[in-house]
């Protein structure tokens, strides 16, 4: 068995007003130093069999498909540990 890790954000150029409100509150929670922040999704898949080129090939799909909306969003897929 295999996780793979796909995390979707915002392209750079996407307005991200979550990222946004998260850094203005950040000083007035007592932290300070942090210009911007970008938020995003992670998914951690389990497969039955071992995350080899076909396999990753397959999760890539799930990205493309319905994970990411990749007119505003970027992907990478990672395999874990």
Known sequence: MARVIVDVMLKPEILDPQGQAIARALPRLGFSGVSAVRQGK???????????????????????????NTVIEDYSVRVEG
């Open 42 to 68: 992670r998914f951690e898949i389990e497969l039955e069999g071992p995350a080899d080129e076909a396999a990753l090939e397959e999760v890539r799909k799930m990205a493309e498909t319905l994970l990411a």
